[in-house]
């Protein structure tokens, strides 16, 4: 018999989040902040969630007037240009053994540039390490992610940003419970083949965080993109079996995410929408994405039971070989 989605350790590591939200947003990062203090330039780099991680910490960062920059650690590793003096590097890890992350770790360590490494509690001995939470239970990740945006933001704050400050994090904390307690996910249909999430701006990292859940718990073929993104030939294969996701229309400037959806029910596509809840009103735009966040998680769940599919074990097969994971590793 399968599990309930209550059932999972998804759903655990889903409702820790607050909690860790709460207890990070009190953690002391002034060594890890002075590290990045007098950078010229900050470079965020992580792989897949983490890396998503990285482009709204970028964005945190540029609110403290830091000179931030994001890449998926793979790019850098591999093609990156070459660390100048007055560079500072984040790497984010949850493990600290995901391999191009380790790369760019080393890269980092070796050129004797500004180093702070975000990863689990535990995973890593290593001094400039700033630690989160303990290792994810599933492997559709979740705490993790919301944990590292928490330091991301208190390190922003600790640069000159106010708006990420330790009350406005609580405030966070609470959006987050809310979320778990009142989703609001009733009128988002099961698509009968594929799934588009669009939002503008951060709502944009978070329709590909949110299509990643989805495609990792319920093994449904799911993409996220930037609504600008979403209009120029992505939106080309979706149809009347597919469904499209608006994240918060209103706050798309321009008024493209919701015209996008206007456009996909005249095509027959089911169009579904998020908005903020109660809780989240108010909240800086990248840190309303961590109850938004965990709204997409819950889906991913709740489609995950609905499938008979289990959320905590996503990698499988010939896709979970040791060998192909360690290429890239230094």
């Not at 007055?86 to 180093?115: K, M, N, S």
């Not at 993790?144 to 922003?156: D, F, I, N, P, Q």
């Not at 991913?300 to 905590?312: I, M, S, V, Y």
Request: glycine share 8%.
């Amino acid at each position: 018999m399968s599990r309930t989605f209550q059932e999972t350790a998804l759903h655990r590591m889903v409702h820790a989040q607050a909690d860790a939200v709460d207890r990070l947003a009190e953690a002391d990062l002034r060594q890890a902040a002075e590290r990045l203090a007098d950078a010229r330039r900050v470079l965020l780099l992580g792989t897949g969630t983490s890396q998503h991680a990285a482009e709204l910490g970028a964005m945190m960062l540029h609110h403290a007037g830091v000179d931030a920059r994001w890449s998926s650690a793979a790019q850098f590793a591999r093609w990156g240009a070459p660390l100048r003096s007055d560079d500072a590097v984040v790497v984010i890890t949850h493990t600290a053994e995901t391999a191009f992350a380790l790369r760019c770790r080393e890269q980092a360590l070796a050129a004797g540039v500004p180093t702070v490494s975000i990863t689990g509690a535990g995973t890593a001995d290593w001094a400039e390490s700033v630690e989160t939470v303990a290792k994810e239970q599933s492997e559709t990740y979740t705490v993790s992610y919301t944990a590292a945006l928490t330091v991301l933001a208190g390190l922003a704050h600790r640069l000159g940003a106010g708006q990420y400050g330790p009350e406005q994090l609580h405030r966070t904390a609470e959006a987050v419970r809310e979320a778990c307690r009142e989703p609001g996910l009733d009128a988002v249909a099961l698509p009968a083949r594929a799934l588009a999430v669009i939002g503008a701006g951060p709502w944009g990292v978070t329709a590909r965080e949110g299509a990643l859940k989805v495609r990792e718990a319920a093994r449904i073929l799911a993409e996220g993109y930037e609504s600008e993104l979403y209009l120029h030939g992505s939106a080309v294969p979706f149809g009347a079996a597919d469904g499209l996701l608006l994240l918060e229309p209103d706050a798309d400037p321009d008024g493209l995410t919701a015209a996008l959806g206007a456009a996909a029910a005249a095509e027959g596509i089911t169009v579904g929408t998020l908005a903020a809840t109660p809780a989240a009103a108010g909240l800086p735009p990248v840190l309303a994405q961590l109850p938004l966040t965990v709204r997409l998680q819950l889906l991913a769940g709740r489609w995950a039971e609905l499938r008979h599919q289990n959320p905590d074990v996503a990698i499988v097969g010939a896709w979970a070989k040791t060998e192909l994971w360690a290429l890239g590793a230094p």
